[in-house]
T-cell receptor
Framework: GAGVSQSPSNKVTEKGKDVELRCDPI?????LYWYRQRLGQGLEFLIY????????KSGLPSDRFSAERTGESVSTLTIQRTQQEDSAVYLC???????????FGPGTRLTVL | GQQLNQSPQSMFIQEGEDVSMNCTSS?????WLWYKQDPGEGPVLLIA?????ELTSNGRLTAQFGITRKDSFLNISASIPSDVGIYFC???????????FGTGTSLTVIP
C-alpha cells in the first residue's frame, strides 16, 4: 500500500483480556518497528524486526508483550492479560534498507478498562 | 531506551512568529530526523539530515545537522495555525538500526 496501515484504529478491552494489534508496513520495507506512546508522552521503543534476522526485543516492557512478523510483511503485537497501565497508542513504523527514515502508521489507541 | 533531550518542551507563539527547537544527545548520530504529530495521528516525517553541518529546508521549515553530530535544530518561519502539533526529533546511530526519539516539543500557534 501507499503507507503504513494499522488495525484496529481503536480497541477497548477489559483488564485481563488478550489483545492483538496489526501492522501492514510499506511494501518493500525490510524494517518494522513498534512503539508505545502514552498520553502526552514521547515514543517508547518496543521491538524491531529487520528482514529475517532475530528481532530486537529489548524494549518490550514485560513477558506479557510479544510480536511476530512473517517475512517482510504484516506484524502483530500481542498483549496478554492486559492491565490498565497498557492503555496507550501503539504505533508501527517501517523503513527501507537504503534510507534511515521511518514512516509511521496512524496508530491503535488501546484502552484497558 | 535512550531518549534525546529536546527543548523547549512546549511553546505558545503568535501567528507569524518564527519558532526554533533543538535536540541534543550524548551520542553521535549518523542521521537526524524531524517529525510532526497531529492529535490522533502518527508522526509524519518533515526533514531528514544525513551529513554533519547539513542545512535542509522544506518550505517554511529549516533543519540543521550539528557539526558535532550530537545535536540538531528545527526552525519554522512565519508560523501559521496549522503548524500546531508536537514535533519530535530522532537520531540514528552508526551501528544498529534503532531510532532514538526526543521527548517532543508541543507547539501552539495563537491566531
Amino acid at each position: 500500500g501507499a503507507g503504513v496501515s494499522q488495525s484496529p484504529s481503536n480497541k477497548v478491552t477489559e483488564k485481563g483480556k488478550d489483545v492483538e494489534l496489526r501492522c501492514d508496513p510499506i511494501s518493500g520495507h525490510t524494517a518494522l518497528y513498534w512503539y508505545r506512546q502514552r498520553l502526552g508522552q514521547g515514543l517508547e521503543f518496543l521491538i524491531y524486526f529487520q528482514g529475517n534476522s532475530a528481532p530486537d526485543k529489548s524494549g518490550l516492557p514485560s513477558d506479557r508483550f510479544s510480536a511476530e512478523r512473517t517475512g517482510e510483511s504484516v506484524s502483530t503485537l500481542t498483549i496478554q492479560r492486559t492491565q490498565q497501565e497498557d492503555s496507550a497508542v501503539y504505533l508501527c513504523a517501517s523503513s527501507s534498507e537504503i534510507y534511515n527514515e521511518q514512516f509511521f502508521g496512524p496508530g491503535t489507541r488501546l484502552t484497558v478498562l | 531506551g535512550q531518549q534525546l533531550n529536546q527543548s523547549p518542551q512546549s511553546m505558545f507563539i503568535q501567528e507569524g512568529e518564527d519558532v526554533s527547537m533543538n535536540c541534543t544527545s550524548s551520542s553521535i548520530f549518523n542521521t537526524w530526523l524531524w517529525y510532526k504529530q497531529d492529535p490522533g495521528e502518527g508522526p509524519v516525517l518533515l526533514i531528514a539530515l544525513y551529513k554533519a553541518g547539513e542545512l535542509t529546508s522544506n518550505g517554511r521549515l529549516t533543519a540543521q545537522f550539528g557539526i558535532t553530530r550530537k545535536d540538531s535544530f528545527l526552525n519554522i518561519s512565519a508560523s501559521i495555525p496549522s503548524d500546531v502539533g508536537i514535533y519530535f526529533c530522532a537520531g540514528v546511530p552508526n551501528t544498529g538500526n534503532q531510532f532514538y526519539f526526543g521527548t517532543g516539543t508541543s507547539l501552539t500557534v495563537i491566531p
